[in-house]
């Protein structure tokens, strides 16, 4: 899938019919809201979260390769943001096929701060092993390229961010970092509001944690959205539009999330599973038993975050001139 929506969205546009169902049920509904007001504080700038696949079992075109891949995979990210400066801090690790990968990157004004040692790994790991084969010659200067750098820092710039968007597209890179450092503005009344299609029986309660659970049986995505339209009120429109397209030729055979939220310890657990089965009739035999589980912890931090200095960083550009005039040398002598 090309874009990840959150967890959390997904369980707010699959809406359920089923649930545990208690005598304090009204009592359960209006504490889950109250826990979420509080995640949505917006003095929290600060989200640790983990997200594990449990469950992947896909089949179809390439799903042996997908399964392997996905079976067991996970992502631990810790992320900041700092409204002040108008940075964001991520730094965490991927596990895909058994192995770990280190994402450690800053967003700024002026563009993408990538952590050298992170792009020598990745790069020595992923790319460095096929450009042998495809590169040929070549491959040696892509790897002094890589490898060659000096600097804390690679950098993408915003000039060259903006130069990858379409001409229509109506954003770029300095209204996507003001969207980043926007807070929540939901009262307890709005998010009141957005869960009033779902049912208090659908809410449980034990001790400071309440919990959310839905279940859906042979739905579209675009079916949940128009069935319950008002709890996409906390998805973007952008987003929501973005996903329905996505799934217009799956749908879900079961569908089952669970949410539970602990507004005293500001951490929430989710677990989304069920089964995915395309409506494609070239693809018919299309399908995806999944779950995925994850785990949060919001908080607070006045600690600042500020994009390196350009000393500590190389820009693409700078790299790829590097590599023309390691390759325009080496074409040089070889010819003399």
Same mark, same amino acid.
Request: proline share 1%.
């Given at each position: ?30 504490? +889950? ?22 469950? +992947? ?63 020598? %790994? ?8 096929n ?14 390229m ?10 993408? %710039? ?6 990858s ?48 659970s ?7 995505m ?9 709890i ?19 749908k ?37 038993? +999944? ?46």
């Amino acid at each position: 899938m090309k874009k990840i929506i959150p967890i959390t969205a997904v369980a707010l546009a699959a809406l359920s019919l089923t649930a545990c169902s208690q005598k304090n049920s009204d009592e359960a509904k209006k504490a +889950f809201i109250s826990n979420l007001t509080t995640l949505n504080s917006s003095d929290n700038n600060v989200q640790e979260t983990t997200v594990t696949v449990d469950k +992947f079992k896909a089949s179809g075109t390439d799903s042996e390769s997908a399964n392997k891949m996905m079976q067991g995979s996970s992502m631990d990210m810790k992320i900041a943001r700092d409204t002040k400066n108008k940075t964001v801090d991520l730094n965490g690790k991927i596990s895909v096929d058994n192995k770990a990968y280190s994402i450690n990157l800053i967003l700024g004004k002026d563009g993408i701060y990538l952590n050298s040692s992170d792009v020598k %790994s990745l790069y020595n790991s992923l790319a460095a092993p096929n450009l042998s084969k495809s590169a040929g010659q070549y491959a040696s200067l892509y790897d002094s390229m890589i490898n060659g750098l000096k600097t804390p820092y690679v950098s993408i %710039s915003q000039a060259m961010l903006d130069s990858s968007l379409s001409k229509n597209s109506t954003q770029n890179w300095s209204s996507t970092i003001d969207e980043l450092m926007k807070t929540s503005t939901k009262s307890k009344s709005d998010i009141e509001k957005s869960y009033k299609d779902i049912s208090d029986s659908n809410f449980t309660k034990k001790g400071d944690e309440t919990t959310l659970s839905l279940t859906e049986k042979n739905v579209t995505m675009d079916e949940l959205v128009k069935k319950f339209p008002s709890i996409t009120s906390q998805i973007s429109e952008q987003q929501l539009k973005d996903f329905t397209k996505e799934t217009k030729n799956v749908k879900f055979k079961t569908l089952t999330v669970d949410t539970t939220i602990n507004g005293k310890t500001k951490q929430s657990n989710a677990t989304v599973s069920g089964v995915l089965v395309s409506t494609d009739k070239s693809s018919s035999n299309d399908s995806l038993d +999944f779950k995925f589980s994850s785990q949060s912890k919001a908080s607070k931090s006045s600690a600042a975050i500020v994009e390196p200095d350009t000393s500590k960083t190389t820009t693409i550009e700078e790299l790829l001139q590097n590599m023309f005039s390691s390759y325009s040398t080496d074409a040089s002598t070889s010819t003399n």
